[in-house]
């Protein structure tokens, strides 16, 4: 489970990376269950290495593509891009799915209904062992959606099942991850 826990760190942290990489997805797949494997057995170490790993973007996206990795229910797929500490993920949500068996007579979160085009951009970033992400800006569909209607989504919906998800979270970096640093086009892991 550790090892599916850094790789959906990894994946959160990546979305920052936006180039194109001309190796075939079976390779990407291959690459990143290979970096995935050395993190999970560098964090076994009592003293693991502290050479860096890094992750692509692309290695990412096609293992996230691949199925190899579940995702969250009623996220039928997501994607990864962005800038230096600044992640972006564009996914395809049916939010029904995400609903199901709550409901809510507030007509602020009726907007939070059928399947959608969603493109979540934050700031993360990982260090003292702990991961941060702090969510900018939500759209759906090209709609900016306001804060206050993210919150009232999340308290209502994800909070219940995720606990420590919210328009700010930290969390602890798995395999003694000391720091995560989101680069132009990759993700750097530092182990202690």
């Not at 990546?14 to 964090?43: I, Q």
């Not at 999340?154 to 099942?161: G, V």
């Not at 798995?174 to 989101?182: E, M």
Request: aromatic share 8%; with cysteine.
């Amino acid at each position: 489970m550790k090892q599916f826990t850094t790789i959906a760190l990894a994946a959160a942290l990546l979305c920052s990376l936006s180039f194109a990489d001309t190796r075939p997805a079976s390779n990407a797949v291959a690459s990143m269950e290979r970096k995935a494997k050395h993190v999970k057995d560098n964090g076994a170490l009592p003293h693991p290495s502290q050479t860096p790993t890094e992750f692509t973007e692309s290695e990412v996206n096609a293992y996230m593509a691949s199925g190899h990795m579940k995702l969250p229910v009623g996220v039928q797929s997501v994607r990864f891009q962005g800038h230096p500490g600044v992640v972006t993920a564009n996914a395809r949500v049916d939010f029904d799915q995400i609903r199901e068996g709550t409901t809510s007579f507030n007509p602020l979160l009726a907007v939070f209904s059928g399947t959608h085009d969603v493109v979540v951009v934050a700031h993360v970033h990982g260090s003292g062992g702990q991961a941060f992400v702090h969510i900018d800006s939500v759209a759906l569909d090209g709609i900016q959606i306001p804060n206050f209607a993210l919150q009232l989504f999340a308290e209502e919906y994800l909070k219940p099942k995720y606990p420590d998800v919210g328009m700010d979270s930290r969390f602890d970096l798995p395999n003694r991850i000391d720091t995560a640093v989101v680069g132009e086009h990759r993700l750097t892991l530092v182990q202690k």
